[in-house]
């Protein structure tokens, strides 16, 4: 895409956070606003790519593993090389010493989480116009160390046509241990994400990872079908962050014919017997809803549900997402063809051959 600032992507935007949803959130708003952008998961990774990749402006998060943010910054102003490059520390509204450290060590500019991504990106702008053509000459005058022709390779995950995530696979109960590192022990749960929509598939404890996350973001509108009530499939849900803070807002989908109502299977969690907290104490905008024949839109995913052979109401879902045009030539008669739409089913639970002893190709 044409770049408004450079023309050429020829300025440059490092952004060091260890929570990838939010370093590709930031990263995607940055490249929408014309900038070429490099993401480090750890704060080693940030001092190579500050000067491998060399950026305009470095966006840093204080809690980093590896190298503390504020150990971090303080190496790149000791480094004749890096010391001139905008720095906008991230970092949340308690870290008081924190951020008074950072002003001491000159950071164009702070922001405090949650924030949304394109006050950031205005923020960088900024940062990147007070630097001036007086820093860019100086740093000419710096004598560069050799580099290496063999750069690290940085894989970019195409998400224009949507991805999906699996926070939790297992059924019954949540396990640990080295047998179950692939996967993950966490029961049931997976996100699908296309454009600014995210839709979750039920609540197993996959879901409290989920919400730690999100819970570093913008609040947002979120949409939570749950397959069935089973306890691996809802466990997760009073330990999910974004319940409990304002500016969210949570619909849960499910399916009727159970002896109680969705809610009142979600808030029989929070029975002082069993729970400490009560689900008056969530925050956010909490609504029920019934799935059934008709399909749901959200945003431009279409989700349908079937039943399946499972004790009990037992719903899969299928989502379907759009289909796109590209423009592949220089005319619009030659030049365009139809990407087509993909489509993505959750069936977690179904004895498909429940009862039938024959060949299952029979």
């Known amino acids: 895409m044409p770049n408004s600032i450079g023309g050429d992507n020829s300025y440059r935007v490092l952004v060091a956070d260890d929570v990838k949803v939010i370093a590709q959130s930031i990263s995607w708003a940055l490249e929408e606003a014309g900038y070429k952008t490099a993401i480090a998961r750890d ?6 790519l500050a000067r491998s990749f060399d950026p305009h402006v470095i966006v840093l998060d204080l809690m980093m593993p590896k ?18 490059i905008a720095v906008i520390v991230c970092t949340v509204k308690g870290y008081r010493t924190e951020i008074k450290k950072a002003k001491q060590l000159g950071v164009s500019d702070l922001i405090i989480k949650p924030f949304d991504p394109q006050d950031l990106v205005a923020r960088v702008k900024k940062a990147n116009s007070r630097r001036g053509v007086a820093t860019a000459t100086a740093k000419l005058l710096v004598q560069r160390e050799p580099r290496s022709e063999n750069t690290n390779y940085l894989p970019r995950l195409d998400t224009e046509g949507g991805r999906f995530q ?18 993950g022990g966490n029961t049931s749960c997976m996100t699908l994400e296309y454009g600014r929509d995210l839709i979750i598939f039920d ?19 979120l949409h ?3 397959t069935h009530t089973h306890w691996d499939h809802i466990q997760g849900f009073p330990f999910f962050a974004p319940a409990f ?34 689900m008056e104490n969530m925050d956010a905008e ?36 759009p289909g796109e045009t590209e423009q592949t030539g220089k ?32």
């Open 67 to 84: 190298i503390h943010g504020i150990e971090v910054l303080r190496r790149l102003k000791a480094d004749d090389w890096t010391r001139d």
């Open 43 to 48: 704060g080693e990774e940030c001092l190579e």
């Open 331 to 362: 005319t619009e008669l030659t030049g365009k063809t139809e990407r087509p739409g993909k489509t993505i089913a959750f069936v977690p639970d179904n004895e498909v051959f429940q009862g039938y002893m024959g060949r299952p190709q029979d």
């Open 224 to 226: 939570l079908f749950i």
């Open 203 to 221: 609540a197993g404890s996959g879901i409290r990872n989920l919400g730690l996350e999100l819970a570093r973001g913008t609040p947002r509108k």
């Open 245 to 278: 803070i304002p500016g969210f807002e949570i619909t849960i989908y499910g399916a009727s014919g159970f002896n109680k109502n969705l809610e009142s299977l979600f808030r029989g969690q929070f029975d002082p017997d069993y729970f400490p907290i009560q």
């Open 286 to 321: 909490l609504e029920f809803a019934y799935v059934g024949d008709d399909t749901i839109q959200v945003g431009d995913i279409r989700i349908s549900c079937a039943f399946t052979q499972h004790p009990g109401p037992t719903l899969c879902y299928k989502a379907e997402l």
């Open 166 to 183: 699996l926070w939790g696979t297992r059924g019954s109960i949540p396990i640990s241990g080295p047998d179950f590192i692939r996967h």
